[in-house]
Nanobody, 118 residues
Framework: VQLQASGGGLVQAGGSLRLSCAAS????????IGWFRQAPGKEREFVAA?????GIYYADLVKGRFDISSARNTVYLRMNSLTPEDTGVYFC???????????????WGQGTQVTVSS
C-alpha cells in the first residue's frame, strides 16, 4: 500500500486547511486510514481515523474542529479553527482496523508540513 499525503502549508491562526491522503496498491488489505501529527520536539500523536467500511474516530484535541471524510481511495482531513498548537508534520497511515495508536497501522505516508502562525 502506498500513501501520498498532501495539502499542508502555512496558514494563520483561525484559518483552515484540507489535507489529502491518496491510497493505492492493495488498499483492499486495509480497512482504515488514520492521520497522525508530530510537532517539533514532541512524539507523534493520533489525530483522526476513518474506516473504508465505516466508522470515524477523533482525538479529543481536534473534536469539533477537524472533519475526516473519504471518497474513492482518498481520505481528506479538513482542519478548521487552526491554532499554532496544530503545527507539525501530518502523516497518514493505513491499517486493518480503525484505531488511535501507531501500532495499529502498517503503512505510512511521507508526511506533509502544516504551520500555523499566530
Amino acid at each position: 500500500v502506498q500513501l501520498q499525503a498532501s495539502g499542508g502549508g502555512l496558514v494563520q491562526a483561525g484559518g483552515s486547511l484540507r489535507l489529502s491522503c491518496a491510497a493505492s496498491g492493495g488498499t483492499r488489505s486495509t480497512d482504515a486510514i488514520g492521520w497522525f501529527r508530530q510537532a517539533p520536539g514532541k512524539e507523534r500523536e493520533f489525530v483522526a481515523a476513518i474506516g473504508w467500511s465505516g466508522g470515524i474516530y477523533y482525538a479529543d484535541l481536534v473534536k469539533g474542529r477537524f472533519d475526516i471524510s473519504s471518497a474513492r481511495n482518498t481520505v481528506y482531513l479538513r482542519m478548521n479553527s487552526l491554532t499554532p498548537e496544530d503545527t507539525g508534520v501530518y502523516f497518514c497511515a493505513a491499517g486493518p482496523v480503525i484505531g488511535g495508536t501507531e501500532a495499529m497501522y502498517n503503512y505510512w505516508g511521507q508526511g506533509t508540513q502544516v504551520t500555523v502562525s499566530s
